[in-house]
């Protein structure tokens, strides 16, 4: 059983639909990263968060440490909000950070 | 600011010949750095980190090997490129208290 699952594996939605990408894991970590990767295939990191809920934007991130599972929405979704987004568990201590990476959601956002 | 540039954006090797694909990251000092690569339909997975001039950890067996011979320089290699080794690399770097990683635009590597 992988560490980390990401749901669904695709979505597709109309442009204003809220989107919600959900991540789940079996493993103690120290935050989790919520990471969007465009279609060329840049990454940016979304969020890092460790607890409770965070919000930039349009975009929301929450966490349940205790359920070990952590939600991704998106409010008025629009067609640019299309890419990947990827939940990461950062893992270690002191100078020992990993992450372990689930496999993406495939979001695409239609006009 | 910090910014973390790798190249190049886009190689095609033939399978055998060698590799060597270069990262550095500018306005930070004694990064973590890390290489992770993305094979088709697969998810990230963690290559090689490095937490000082020298010091690379191996992540998973593998056709690679890593090297910093600079404090902000992460250099990946391959003495013989196999078709296995196919894939998009990145490379990143985390630092400061929140330990949030930022990534370089990363490499399509096609071995052909």
């Known amino acids: 059983k992988n560490e980390v699952e990401q749901s669904p594996q695709n979505l597709t939605a109309q442009e204003g639909e809220f989107i919600t990408i959900n991540c789940s894991y079996s493993?103690?970590?120290?935050?989790l990263h919520w990471l969007q990767q465009h279609p060329g295939g840049g990454i940016v990191s979304l969020f890092m968060?460790?607890?409770g809920k965070k919000k930039h934007g349009r975009l929301i991130a929450t966490i349940n440490i205790q359920e070990k599972h952590s939600s991704l929405h998106i409010t008025a979704s629009h067609p640019r909000d299309s890419a990947v987004y990827i939940c990461?568990?950062?893992?270690?201590?002191?100078?020992?950070?990993?992450?372990?990476f689930g496999k993406g959601t495939l979001l695409t956002v239609n006009p | 600011s910090q910014t973390i540039h790798q190249w190049p954006a886009t190689l095609v090797q033939p399978v055998g010949s060698p590799l060597s694909l270069e990262c550095t990251v500018e306005?930070?000092?004694?990064?973590?750095l890390y290489w992770y690569r993305q094979a088709a339909g697969r998810g990230l997975q963690l290559l090689f980190y490095?937490?000082?001039?020298?010091?690379i950890s191996s992540e998973v067996p593998q056709n690679l090997s890593a090297s910093r011979p600079q404090d902000r320089q992460f250099i990946l290699s391959s003495k013989k490129l196999l078709l296995s080794d196919s894939g998009f690399y990145l490379c990143?770097?985390?630092?400061?208290?929140?330990?949030?990683?930022?990534f370089g635009a990363g490499t399509r590597l096609s071995v052909l």
């Open positions: 990461a568990l950062l893992r270690g201590g002191g100078s020992n950070y990993k992450l372990t």
């Open positions: 990143a770097w985390n630092g400061g208290y929140q330990n949030i990683q930022y």
């Open positions: 968060l460790s607890s």
């Open positions: 493993v103690g970590i120290s935050a």
């Open positions: 490095s937490v000082g001039i020298g010091q």
């Open positions: 306005g930070t000092s004694n990064p973590n």
